[in-house]
């Protein structure tokens, strides 16, 4: 996912996707959009993945006939901008050339390769021998520092597909708005990157296509990602996606505070977050700071599932956050902002008071790393997975998958094949993307020796493995809208009723879910 620019991203990320439906009446969907603009020059060197996020002010929006959903939590009338400043500039598209030892049997059947691209249960796609010079666009969302590390790996590939296949990668700003208006005009590229909220809308709305025979020629199956990343990219029974890694709701903490405050290691229960926070609650310092917009709906969603709860009906006919464990998951944030936190802070008030140390812990996305740990602050800040509140395993995160986009006059059996030989130079070498603040989706990486000495992608490797994400159905983002208003309602004391709150919520939402159903069916039309 996009690092740096993450944040930003979530500003639109639950946006109705149900306006790339309606593109041609001018309105759009706009997950993963980043202000970059889109850059399509060679990349080589890594870039250092430093984000500098002073944190950004913002406030949440109230959710109208076009909402955002969950990236920024809406409050009373104020709009949530979530920008997060980032160096480093999209990574760029590389038009360097090579030879691989991999190998990919294309989607037409054609055979005889010169070069396969076997995983490592031998199954592989082979690039048919009529192919050659294939020439292939690839585009992505990564304007932040992290698009040089996925620049890095494009390189790679194509100096080792030498003759054979060059890829040239465009990271694009509005992104998700330059994908409708290619769609609109049959000028898709043949790879792109999809969110994990917007993998049915785009199937959906005719964006990508499935690719059950490719990712079955390639040899994964359920057994390389974790089961949640991997039955996200499934839409109306059909593969669409192909995980490739996560973005974790990530605990900082101030490690010398914690020392000082006579503890020896961050909470992994609530016992321990409880006994820490209230230890470092003291001398004009909170001990957990925790705002009244972004991430506060994300959090709530990462404690209703550890108290054992969901948003949705399984059939995703009803939102069911009203349950007793949304009512426990939303009385925890409110008694922890009353006990270690001061009240109804705006958007990246707790970046700024942990980063002027003066907040034992806040949590937030592991994009925000370089920011509150090492150089970004004047204190041992440290980044770790934020600890298990309730019964239940599960930590919120965003992902970035791999997808095939849907062509109008027909799929291109030696573009196909070459995409396949990509997809799985990716995975194989997401250790690469690893290193610009990402968790490997794929088993194989991300539990490997070498993911051991980052921090904190290390940390996270394990959280990772029960990831919260959104149903896969189309415009599920707008039924997100009426949570993140009352969430944000209740922690800036606007409502008080928790149980009132949450059904009053649940019922707009149900009301979004059948609106949403009727218009778009229960599969994809071609």
């Known amino acids: 996912m996009i690092k740096g620019d993450y944040r930003k991203n979530r500003v639109w990320q639950y946006l109705s996707l149900t306006m790339v439906a309606l593109f041609a009446a001018g309105l759009l969907a706009a997950c993963g959009d980043n202000t970059a603009a889109p850059t399509t020059a060679p990349t080589t060197a890594a870039a250092s993945a430093t984000t500098a996020a002073a944190a950004t002010t913002a406030a ?22 979530a920008t997060t400043a980032a160096t480093g500039t999209s990574a760029a598209a590389t038009t360097a050339a090579a030879t691989t030892a991999a190998a990919t049997t294309a989607a037409s059947g054609t055979t005889a390769a010169a070069t396969t691209a076997a995983d490592s249960s031998g199954a592989g796609v082979t690039l048919p021998a ?78 990508i296509r499935p690719m059950d025979d490719i990712v079955t020629q ?27 890694s996560m973005v974790p709701m990530t605990m900082y903490y101030n490690n010398d505070m914690l020392k000082a405050a006579g503890l020896s290691a961050p909470p992994t229960t609530d016992a321990e977050f409880q006994k820490a926070a209230a230890a470092m609650t003291a001398n004009g310092n909170k001990g957990f700071e925790i705002t009244s917009g972004f991430p506060v709906q994300q959090i709530f969603q990462q404690l209703l599932h550890q108290f054992g709860g969901s948003e949705f009906s399984t059939d995703v006919t009803k939102a ?14 409110l008694d922890a902002q009353k006990k270690y936190s001061e009240p109804a802070l705006e958007v990246d008030a707790d970046l700024n008071a942990f980063k002027a140390g003066t ?21 041992d800040g440290k980044a770790t997975a934020a600890p298990t509140i309730g019964t239940q395993p ?57 993911i051991a000495a980052l921090h904190p992608q290390a940390d996270l490797a394990k959280a990772v493995e029960n990831p919260i ?54 599969a994809p039309k071609p």
């Open 394 to 450: 599960a930590t919120w995160a965003g992902m970035a998958s791999m997808g095939l986009t849907v062509h109008k006059k027909g799929n291109d059996a030696c573009k196909d094949a070459a995409s396949a030989m990509l997809m799985k130079y990716i995975l194989d070498n997401s250790l690469t993307w690893a290193k610009a603040g990402n968790v490997p989706a794929y088993n194989k990486v991300r539990n490997s020796p070498d």
């Open 359 to 379: 907040a034992g812990m806040i949590w937030n996305g592991i994009w925000q790393t370089t920011n509150v740990t090492g150089s970004g602050v004047s204190f």
């Open 130 to 207: 009529n192919c050659s010079n294939v020439q292939l666009q690839y585009w992505n969302g990564f304007t932040g520092p992290d698009g040089p590390f996925m620049g890095q790996i494009v390189d790679a590939f194509n100096k080792e597909n030498s003759g054979k296949i060059t890829v040239k990668m465009t990271s694009q700003a509005d992104y998700n708005t330059q994908l409708t208006t290619a769609a609109a005009s049959d000028t898709l590229p043949d790879i792109i990157i999809v969110n994990e909220d917007v993998v049915a809308s785009f199937a959906f709305n005719n964006i």
């Open 60 to 81: 949440a929006t109230s959710a109208a006939a076009v909402t955002t959903a969950a990236a920024t939590t809406a409050a009373a009338g104020t709009s949530a901008a």
């Open 320 to 333: 069911t956050w009203n349950s007793d464990a949304g009512v426990k998951a939303m009385q925890w944030m």
């Open 469 to 522: 994400f959104p149903p896969s159905v189309p415009g599920i983002g707008d039924a997100f809208a009426p949570l993140s208003d009352a969430v944000t309602a209740l922690m800036t004391g606007k409502a008080t009723d928790v149980k009132k709150a949450l059904d009053d919520a649940a019922a707009k939402s149900n009301q979004i879910l059948a609106a949403n159903k009727a218009k778009y069916g229960d």
């Open 218 to 244: 390639l040899g994964y199956t359920a057994s390389d990602f974790p089961k949640v990343a991997w039955d996200n990219g499934i839409v109306a029974g059909k593969r669409y996606t192909l995980p490739l």
